[in-house]
């Protein structure tokens, strides 16, 4: 049964809405009975362009007088989405602990609530919706509660209409290019009680020093925003922009001072990460220079992603094949095993050069763990076609992969494209494509057996405090019995079991020859 086509334009009815000012500070306008201050909105034209602007570096700081505008309330930030998400949580969380708020987990005790949220699929916009469904209650039981929703999805006119017209009890719409502007938006949701609307469709600048509450033994470290790729299913680049790196010293300050923290390891983000530096227009410097710098850097595992393969150059491979703090373990999407359905995605690669890629990473990274992202059911996609991306599934061995079903974007170029694939076929494929690499991650997992791995022991298992779990370099979970002080630490583990979606082994306290490449 094929899934029913939302109807976007009946948000997009604007007939009821009365304008009561505007001005060169945006407009304000009456929607139902409540009153909206619309700064800015998103644009999909403008959103399209990429402006020749030259983006500012700047240096911002939570205004003195906003410092304390939270003494003695609380916050809850809930994320929806991928690591670039985590990362900007954990700016918006500093934002307001600078700001005098305090994190709780309690509904009822929060005063402000924000839904840092995706748009790459739709079911991630479903579960936004439903959440404010939820909280709606809450604001009416309290009515000075802020809600917020910020993100990817408030980047796209249909979201943020929706919200206008139909959930009037939210406070604040921000998106992914003025987070820094946070303190000046709750001042005025505040102050105002109007929905306050603030989006930017250009790219905004890159902003530098804001601050970031980060927990755990592992750090985020954003290295540039935004995509120029323009895949055909995607909407990152409309959401997040055009390409923007940050300056390589402001970067490796940052991880310098996350190795004085005592951090033991990092991931590198972007959303095509190894197209960093390409907008330098003063200097040559590339993502391979940066990990190289960063590789001199006493931090114990730098991880990166996510990466695209058209910008996989062979400098890139040589500085990984150094190894050192520069793990085993790359994310490398393919989307698809066939050369017609990746140009019709606008990948820009064939099978071919892929497959290459993969040849020459293997060769210069001993004991290298491949992870992947895959397409089902791409419009047109035939049996044929698929079979194209099992045989590469086969013949790379991926030990995981994020597998999805298709499903359009609204305002990408394949949302136009006739989804012709029912969604029975895309379903087998699924299982199909599941099953292969369910099959490939335990042999993969079961030639473990005996080894001694590096692990970081993260913490306790959900199930079993006993139980302690943690990751190898190429980001295997290990479970193993253990004394609660080893967290925050390495150890040797001999790997004594192999499961499915991780290993068990025990730890080994003479000292051995460790496989750190696993």
Same mark, same amino acid.
């Given at each position: 049964?094929?899934k029913?086509?939302?109807?976007?334009?009946?948000?997009?009815d604007?007939?009821?809405?009365?304008?009561?000012?505007?001005?060169?500070?945006?407009?304000?306008?009456?929607?139902?009975?409540?009153?909206?201050?619309?700064?800015?909105?998103?644009?999909?034209?403008?959103g399209?362009?990429r402006?020749?602007?030259?983006v500012?570096?700047?240096?911002?700081?939570?205004?003195?007088?906003?410092m304390?505008i939270?003494?003695?309330?609380?916050?809850?930030?809930?994320?929806?989405?991928?690591q670039?998400?985590?990362?900007?949580?954990e700016t918006?969380?500093?934002?307001?602990?600078?700001?005098?708020?305090?994190?709780?987990?309690?509904r009822?005790?929060?005063?402000?609530?924000?839904?840092?949220?995706?748009?790459?699929?739709?079911?991630a916009?479903?579960?936004?919706f439903?959440?404010?469904?939820?909280?709606?209650?809450?604001?009416?039981?309290?009515?000075d509660?802020?809600?917020?929703?910020?993100?990817?999805?408030?980047?796209?006119?249909?979201?943020v209409?929706?919200?206008?017209?139909?959930?009037?009890f939210v406070?604040?719409?921000?998106g992914?290019h003025?987070?820094?502007?946070?303190?000046?938006l709750?001042?005025e949701?505040?102050?105002?009680?109007?929905?306050?609307?603030e989006?930017?469709?250009?790219?905004?600048?890159?902003?530098?020093?804001?601050?970031?509450?980060?927990?755990?033994?592992?750090a985020?470290v954003?290295i540039?925003y935004?995509?120029?790729?323009?895949?055909?299913?995607?909407?990152?680049?409309?959401?997040?922009?055009?390409?923007?790196?940050?300056?390589?010293?402001?970067v490796?300050a940052?991880?310098?001072?996350?190795?004085r923290?005592?951090?033991?390891?990092?991931?590198?983000?972007g959303?095509?990460?190894?197209?960093?530096?390409?907008?330098?227009?003063?200097?040559k410097?590339?993502?391979?220079d940066?990990m190289?710098?960063?590789?001199?850097?006493?931090?114990?595992?730098?991880?990166?992603?996510?990466?695209?393969?058209?910008?996989?150059?062979?400098?890139l491979?040589?500085?990984?094949g150094?190894?050192?703090?520069?793990?085993?373990?790359?994310h490398?999407?393919v989307?698809?095993g066939?050369?017609?359905?990746?140009?019709?995605?606008?990948?820009?690669?064939?099978?071919?050069?892929?497959?290459?890629?993969?040849?020459?990473?293997?060769?210069?990274?001993?004991?290298?763990?491949?992870?992947?992202d895959?397409?089902?059911?791409?419009p047109g996609?035939?049996?044929e076609?698929?079979?194209?991306?099992?045989d590469? =599934?086969?013949?790379?061995g991926? *030990? &995981?992969?994020?597998?999805f %079903?298709?499903s359009?974007?609204?305002?990408? #170029?394949?949302? /136009?494209?006739?989804?012709n694939?029912?969604m029975?076929v895309?379903?087998?494929?699924?299982q199909?494509?599941?099953?292969?690499?369910?099959?490939r991650?335990?042999?993969?997992?079961?030639?473990?057996?005996?080894?001694?791995?590096?692990?970081l022991?993260?913490g306790?298992?959900?199930?079993n405090?006993?139980?302690l779990?943690g990751?190898?370099?190429?980001?295997?979970?290990?479970?193993?019995?253990?004394?609660a002080?080893l967290?925050?630490?390495? =150890?040797q583990?001999?790997?004594? *079991? &192999?499961?499915?979606?991780? %290993?068990?082994g025990e730890v080994?306290?003479? #000292?051995?020859? /460790?496989?750190?490449s696993i």
């Amino acid at each position: 049964m094929a899934k029913e086509t939302k109807d976007y334009s009946k948000y997009f009815d604007f007939s009821d809405a009365k304008i009561l000012s505007e001005d060169e500070f945006g407009k304000k306008v009456r929607i139902k009975g409540r009153e909206i201050h619309i700064i800015s909105e998103p644009n999909h034209r403008q959103g399209k362009k990429r402006r020749k602007e030259d983006v500012q570096v700047l240096y911002e700081s939570v205004p003195q007088e906003l410092m304390g505008i939270g003494e003695g309330k609380h916050y809850i930030v809930y994320t929806f989405g991928c690591q670039m998400n985590e990362h900007d949580s954990e700016t918006i969380k500093g934002l307001l602990e600078q700001m005098g708020y305090t994190s709780t987990e309690d509904r009822k005790e929060a005063d402000i609530i924000l839904l840092n949220t995706c748009a790459i699929r739709e079911n991630a916009e479903d579960k936004v919706f439903g959440e404010l469904g939820h909280l709606k209650h809450l604001k009416t039981e309290k009515p000075d509660l802020l809600l917020g929703v910020c993100g990817c999805m408030s980047q796209e006119e249909n979201v943020v209409n929706r919200i206008m017209q139909k959930h009037g009890f939210v406070d604040l719409i921000f998106g992914t290019h003025n987070v820094h502007r946070l303190p000046q938006l709750i001042q005025e949701a505040l102050f105002s009680k109007e929905m306050i609307v603030e989006v930017w469709s250009k790219e905004g600048d890159i902003i530098e020093n804001l601050p970031k509450k980060r927990q755990g033994l592992r750090a985020w470290v954003n290295i540039m925003y935004g995509c120029d790729k323009f895949c055909t299913y995607c909407i990152v680049p409309f959401t997040r922009g055009k390409e923007r790196s940050r300056r390589p010293e402001d970067v490796i300050a940052e991880v310098r001072d996350l190795a004085r923290q005592g951090f033991k390891e990092i991931t590198l983000l972007g959303q095509n990460v190894n197209a960093y530096g390409k907008d330098f227009i003063d200097i040559k410097y590339s993502f391979a220079d940066l990990m190289d710098d960063i590789r001199l850097i006493d931090i114990p595992r730098v991880r990166f992603m996510t990466s695209h393969p058209r910008d996989f150059d062979d400098h890139l491979v040589e500085v990984l094949g150094k190894g050192g703090n520069l793990v085993e373990h790359i994310h490398l999407p393919v989307q698809s095993g066939n050369n017609a359905i990746l140009k019709i995605m606008g990948r820009k690669y064939t099978r071919e050069v892929y497959l290459e890629l993969v040849r020459k990473l293997k060769e210069s990274v001993p004991g290298l763990v491949l992870t992947t992202d895959i397409i089902v059911g791409f419009p047109g996609e035939t049996e044929e076609q698929f079979e194209d991306t099992m045989d590469l =599934v086969r013949e790379v061995g991926f *030990d &995981s992969a994020y597998t999805f %079903i298709y499903s359009p974007r609204e305002g990408t #170029p394949a949302a /136009v494209m006739e989804d012709n694939v029912p969604m029975d076929v895309k379903s087998e494929r699924l299982q199909r494509l599941n099953k292969a690499i369910v099959d490939r991650s335990h042999e993969s997992n079961k030639n473990m057996l005996g080894l001694v791995v590096e692990v970081l022991v993260e913490g306790e298992s959900k199930n079993n405090a006993a139980v302690l779990a943690g990751r190898t370099r190429t980001s295997k979970l290990v479970h193993f019995e253990g004394d609660a002080s080893l967290i925050g630490t390495f =150890v040797q583990v001999k790997i004594t *079991d &192999s499961m499915t979606w991780y %290993i068990k082994g025990e730890v080994v306290d003479e #000292p051995v020859t /460790v496989a750190v490449s696993i």
